[in-house]
């Protein structure tokens, strides 16, 4: 396992200027997943936590206009054709799944968690967050109903604007498509090519390490067992959460959603401790399962940097695909393990 992950140190001179232009070295970490072919360059020294980002005023305004409202939802949002779901829109609870009404693919949705326009992360409950994963597995089984072709699925998160949220109102997006994403293809090829390499599973030999080194495993509620990913997706880190053994979304029981769930709340909690108030989530899952690929979640925290409200995202991800880390993953597994 050590083989897979890849850490190369350097450094650069500079001479400081805050420190009488004496000549210093600084040092650079890259590391390389061989997994998932990430890159990323550990750069601690350039951290700064950002204070909280939710614009009030604006969440308030937005609110005067907001097609996820109840009192403008029926009149102000698309449904789906009526032999795909009865009635235009599935409810469950206070979720309810509508069409995107500007699609990425041929089945692509929106599950509004609930009425309230504006949920701050410290107000992210189990029950809210429920609602909306029973309201979108609903959806997949009624479009694999409709479609039987249709059998890769993503719950995907994009919460607050810093995230890539076009509204403030808290919603997934629910993807389904015949066949998986650029990712969850590569980890399909990878978990193969591993298990041909090493005649066991990727994934399981993953936790395995982790849970022996001690450095980025975070903590298992049931059979889900939470990481910090060793070269992140995200600036200030990334969080994996396994579904150990699940290779299907039939795999998957209503308690394991639930240990799932709880492990993701405790999660938000230490994200809004550090004011990383804004995030990515990405659930893949698939109707038959592939060998040797897990149900999995990847949560990665966003911020604008300080003091100017930088993107956290520059050239080096979109140009090179190498991600630019100022967390280190152990950093912020240290940070989650101590929160309850």
């Known amino acids: 396992m050590q083989d897979y992950f890849i850490t190369k140190h350097t450094y650069t001179r500079i001479r400081d200027f805050a420190d009488g232009f004496r000549e210093k070295a600084v040092p650079i970490e890259v590391r390389k997943d061989r997994f998932t072919g990430r890159v ?42 009526e032999e795909i779901i009865e009635g235009g829109r599935l409810r469950h609870g206070a979720s309810v799944v509508i069409p995107n009404a500007f699609p990425y693919c041929r089945f692509c949705g929106v599950a509004i968690f609930a009425a309230d326009h504006y949920i701050s992360m410290d107000r992210i409950t189990e029950k809210i967050l429920s609602d909306a994963l029973e309201a979108s597995l609903q959806w997949f089984d009624r479009l694999f109903a409709y479609d039987s072709a249709v059998t890769y699925y993503s719950i995907n998160w994009n919460y607050m604007p810093t995230a890539g949220g076009s509204l403030f109102h808290p919603h997934f997006q629910v993807v389904a498509d015949p066949a998986p994403s650029n990712f969850h293809n590569r980890m399909i090829h990878s978990g193969a090519a591993y298990r041909q390499a090493h005649g066991t599973c990727y994934w399981q030999d993953l936790i395995r390490f982790e849970k022996k080194e001690q450095r980025r495993a975070l903590f298992q509620v049931g059979e889900i067992t939470f990481l910090a990913s060793f070269s992140p997706g995200g600036i200030f880190g990334e969080v994996l959460a396994l579904f150990a053994g699940k290779l299907s979304i039939q795999d998957v029981s209503a308690s394991d959603w639930q240990d799932f769930l709880s492990g993701l709340c405790r999660v938000l909690r230490c994200f809004f401790r550090l004011n990383l108030d804004c995030l990515n989530m990405t659930l893949l899952l698939s109707r038959h399962g592939d060998a040797d690929t897990w149900v999995q979640a990847r949560i990665m925290p966003r911020v604008q940097i300080p003091p100017w409200g930088t993107s956290d995202v520059n050239y080096f991800e979109k140009g090179h695909e190498e991600m630019v880390v100022v967390f280190a993953p152990e950093s912020l597994a240290e940070e989650i393990r101590k929160t309850e």
Do not use: Y
């Open 40 to 81: 990323s360059r550990i750069l601690p020294f350039r951290m700064k936590l950002p204070g909280p980002s939710h614009p009030l005023p604006l969440i308030e305004e937005a609110k005067k206009t907001c097609p996820f409202c109840p009192e403008r939802l029926e009149s102000g949002t698309p449904m789906f054709p």
